[in-house]
């Protein structure tokens, strides 16, 4: 094992799927695991804290895709992990190249629990430029598992395949955000069917090959995602109250309070963010009668702040917010509400 991982987690436990809550589903699976190989703790373990066995098994979601998958692919699978793990479900991958590592990380940065499942025995973490990732996860609450045991031969070309049904059997939803059509996220998708799993692709553009899978996937019956919110809806049914008025979100000065209120409208790009705050202040201006001139000096300058601001005034603001832990950077000057 890896000396990224702390002591007290060197050794890696062995249990039945039936002996805890969250493995539990796997033994109604065609092909069920005869035992688990895992380092950390699964998630009912952490969340109950040495407590009597829960009741309710935690919400779970696998998402995979393609390993070199494009910023839309990863900016796609980033929103939809943290969203699930900031409301409480635990995300699973397969710690591979691309789609997994983003839905893994995104699930840390939330604050929320991820397991790993891996093709390879549980003492030989792949891809090994994975291994501080696997430790996070495992030092974070999450577990990495396998089926293998340290030191079992096995043969790459199905060993992850077969992996595959341990993903989707985990999982209450698995998503495909971007997969090319020999993608082994298809296995996946495949499982996930045969399990009586809901199963969601991202259309795509019939002339990209990173679409093609998933057009085949909707196809062949997958539920096309279109927001983020077709699948939380399905994950946690319960009415989640919409932004309104009163509940719009309020920065520390007037256009901190704009950025974040366009990102709740959803907006995304700084680019539009900028654009969106002017066209607002120009109907704003343009509503104004000549008598309405008479207002407080104190309105006036921080009027004056939005309609001066600047391209560094922006990034200034945005760079405070993302400090506060108000908004999340997804590169390429996107941004979303944390």
């Not at 000396?3 to 799927?17: A, G, H, T, V």
């Not at 002996?19 to 033994?27: G, M, R």
Request: proline share 6%.
């Amino acid at each position: 094992m890896s000396i990224l991982f702390s002591q007290n987690l060197l050794k890696n436990n062995e249990i039945l799927p039936q002996e805890a809550e969250f493995t539990e589903v796997l033994n109604s699976i065609a092909v069920k695991p005869k035992i688990l190989y895992l380092y950390g703790y699964l998630p009912e373990n952490r969340l109950k804290l040495g407590c009597k066995k829960l009741k309710i098994r935690p919400k779970s979601i696998a998402i995979v895709g393609s390993r070199k998958p494009t910023k839309y692919g990863e900016n796609i699978a980033y929103r939809l992990a943290y969203e699930a793990a900031r409301r409480g479900a635990v995300v699973v991958s397969g710690l591979a190249y691309g789609i997994d590592s983003v839905a893994h990380r995104a699930a840390l940065d939330a604050g929320g629990v991820t397991v790993a499942v891996l093709g390879t025995p549980i003492d030989q973490i792949y891809p090994r430029p994975h291994r501080p990732l696997a430790a996070e996860i495992v030092e974070k609450g999450g577990c990495v598992l396998s089926e293998l045991p340290p030191g079992a031969s096995f043969y790459p070309k199905t060993s992850f395949l077969k992996r595959n049904r341990i993903i989707s059997g985990l999982a209450d939803v698995v998503v495909i955000p971007e997969a090319a059509e020999r993608s082994g996220s298809l296995n996946t998708a495949a499982h996930a069917l045969e399990q009586g799993r809901e199963v969601f692709a991202v259309p795509g553009d019939i002339t990209r090959p990173l679409s093609r899978g998933c057009n085949r996937l909707i196809r062949q019956g997958a539920t096309p995602m279109l927001e983020i919110d077709d699948v939380l809806e399905v994950l946690f049914p319960t009415p989640r109250r919409k932004i309104t008025q009163t509940t719009l979100p309020i920065g520390d000065s007037p256009v901190e309070t704009k950025i974040l209120q366009l990102l709740a409208s959803g907006v995304q790009d700084g680019e539009q963010i900028m654009q969106g705050i002017k066209i607002e202040l120009a109907k704003s201006s343009a509503d104004k009668s000549a008598g309405e001139t008479a207002v407080s000096v104190d309105n006036g300058i921080k009027q004056q702040e939005v309609n001066s601001l600047t391209v560094a005034e922006f990034n200034q603001a945005i760079t405070l917010l993302e400090i506060k832990n108000r908004v999340v950077a997804l590169g390429a000057n996107q941004w979303m509400l944390r």
